[in-house]
């Protein structure tokens, strides 16, 4: 489908002045190749050459209710032209009316909201908060976690990319969160798992010190590193190991919050209420940067009279809060959350199992709402991941050549590590669902075959 206002010729000049002068995340910058996109719609974007993608990934797992939604957009031109920026120590309608819909959202007491940028800078301050609440210093974080790239963030990922950043000193105590298709305990079943699990905490807690713990910090349902969601009863055993020892207990809900698993906040699924809860990405569909702490009673309370130490000269921005307003609104009125609990019930999940059956790549489908991992392997038996962790180059080709089918036949997807998750906008249509899943099966063939 060729789209009429984009042409190759500013497509190749958009590239150029990119490989010129943009300094890309995550990337060695002579090694990238990123695609010049001309403009982008509800779950498609495109770029300068008429090539339409449909975005199975929602950007980076936030644009939860599509691009250039124009009740949003309307609402971002409106504020600009009424008030488009403001300090911080000011009360502005906008950004009141924007903390009282989160707070009315989370769940608990979590009434009072800090904002900031994005996720990463959510979780500095949840840890700061907890730090300075407790008078304690230590904060325990799962393996297998994504909490974000600025400094204690990035100490906090138990993924490999921390590995090259990470100085060792932040205070920080990595544990085995439960993943029963991987499992770090040996275990066979969810119960065994869970009850795994929570012992494995409880014995980490009792070497380090109950009295040396400020936080415990774990993704509801963990994402960038492979949706896993929890076994029955392993976040409540959490709240209770962190109320016996008076442990902040933190969940991360950049990513999983805001609608992506069929609810406002995953934490719901499990019936926990955290004593922060951080949230970014969904909340304004990442129209303008906005993220931020959903806090407790308890906590709010300790700096009812003591000043709290951290503040960002665009926390509470009007612009990204008039987003947040209007993306609420539009989540509400839409029913945008029931609607991906909706598809992943009745197409997403059965779609995805059913290529499961299919495709010997597949070695594990999770998820929930628009929230789906397929876990690729070389071999089923020995779940052996199809290539290995942090691979790059000829090691990473079976996934490179997958993501390659994919993007050939009109499918933007979400690739880490051996794992591609299907992990569109929230409000994507039901034949926008069974058109990624069609591409998804011809691209899984190629990953076919590369197993034993
Ligand atoms: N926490 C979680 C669970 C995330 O998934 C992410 C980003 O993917 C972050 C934190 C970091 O958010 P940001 O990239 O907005 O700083």
Redesign the pocket.
Known sequence: ERVDRADPQSGAAVKAADRAHVFHSWSAQGLIDPLAVAGAEGSSFWDYDGNRYLDFSSG??YTNIGYQHPTVVAAIQEQAGRLATFAPAFAIDVRSEAARLIAERTPGDLDKIFFTN??????ENAVRMARLHTGRPKVLSAYRS?????ST?INLTGDPRRWASDSGTSGVVRFWAPFLYRSPFYASTEAEECARALEHLEATIAFEGPATIAAIIL?TIP??AGIMTPPPGYLAGVREICDRHGIVFVL?????GFGRTGKWFAAEHFDVVPDLL?F??GVNSGYVPL?GVAISGAIAETFASRPYPGGLTYSGHPLACAAAVATIGVMADEKVVEHAAHIGETILGPGLRDLAARHPSVGEVRGTGVFWALDLVKDRETREPLVPYNASGEANAPMAAFAAACKKNGLWPFVNMNRTHAVPACNITEAEAKEGLAVLDLALTVADEHTA
Do not use: F, I, N, P
Request: net charge negative; hydrophobic share 40%.
């Open positions: 980076l797992v994005g996720g990463a800078e959510a979780v994504y909490h974000g790239g600025t963030a993704e994402g960038t991360d809900e950049v990513m999983a951080t970014a990405k993220g």
